[in-house]
Nanobody, 126 residues
Framework: QEQLKESGGGSVRSGGSLILSCKPS????????MGWFRQFPGKEREGLAS????????RYADSVMGRFTISHDSANDVLYLQMDDLRPEDTAMYYC???????????????????WGQGTQVTVSS
């Protein structure tokens, strides 16, 4: 079974930046949909950013548009989330995810994803 391992979470002051990384292991895909999600305590996991690695097409949630950037290093198969202008309301657990089925475009719906990392905590203080 595929495993996803996130890293890069931590604590930062408001206005600061963090970069999250996600390294899959167990399977190799020529192209797939991968994404970043976050979850607040007691809330549903929400999609933030997605990328279809075959074309580089990206999609973002309105809440992070212009502040967060998703990218994929195809040579090393590492997924990144560059987070800029972080705000206290961005404090959450962040998850990397990957879809098994071939859809050809980026997806933000949680139900579309089959493989999840354990999550990494991001805390933004004011």
């Amino acid at each position: 079974q595929e495993q996803l391992k996130e890293s890069g979470g931590g604590s930062v002051r408001s206005g600061g930046s963090l970069i999250l990384s996600c390294k899959p292991s167990g399977f190799t895909y020529s192209a797939r949909c991968m994404g970043w999600f976050r979850q607040f305590p007691g809330k549903e996991r929400e999609g933030l950013a997605s990328i279809y690695t075959g074309s580089g097409s990206r999609r973002y949630a309105d809440s992070v548009m212009g502040r967060f950037t998703i990218s994929h290093d195809s040579a090393n198969d590492v997924l990144y989330l560059q987070m800029d202008d972080l705000r206290p309301e961005d404090t959450a657990m962040y998850y990397c995810a990957a879809a098994d089925k071939e859809v050809g475009w980026p997806l933000l719906a949680r139900i579309e994803y089959d493989n999840w990392g354990q999550g990494t905590q991001v805390t933004v203080s004011s």
